[in-house]
């Protein structure tokens, strides 16, 4: 079993920027693709980025595309997200998760296919 332990959430202002970090344990990250999703009160959870095994591959959110960037250094078992020109739509409780897989390249887009999960960082971003 893997433990993730996610971190960097705050409150920032319109337009400022954040960096999560997501820490494994137990488990490398090496056979895991990864993901980011995040639940705003009173929404559903939705992906916000993944990246494959690899890292060689990824995905974004139109909604995020070209403000944040996800990274993985499997050296350090950890995974980022770099949010950049935050909106006060961002607000939410952001969740690092894995998926164990032997696809390399393949990223993963639904929270039922993954199988661990953090607890989750709040951001929150005024206007």
């Known amino acids: 079993q893997v433990q993730l332990v996610e971190s960097g959430g705050g409150l920032v202002q319109a337009g400022g920027s954040l960096r999560l970090s997501c820490v494994a344990s137990g488990r490398t990250l090496s056979n895991y693709a990864m993901a980011w999703f995040r639940q705003a009160p009173g929404k559903e959870r939705d992906i916000v980025a993944a990246?494959?095994?690899?890292?060689?591959?990824?995905y974004y959110a139109d909604s995020v595309k070209g403000r944040f960037t996800i990274s993985r250094d499997n050296a350090k078992n950890t995974v980022y997200l770099q949010m950049n020109s935050l909106k006060p739509e961002d607000t939410a409780v952001y969740y690092c998760?894995?998926?164990?897989?032997?696809?390399?390249?393949?990223?993963?887009?639904?929270?039922?296919?993954?199988?661990?999960w953090g607890q989750g960082t709040q951001v929150t971003v005024s206007s």
């Open positions: 998760a894995a998926k164990i897989t032997y696809n390399s390249g393949r990223t993963y887009l639904t929270q039922y296919e993954y199988d661990y």
């Open positions: 990246i494959s095994r690899s890292g060689g591959s990824t």
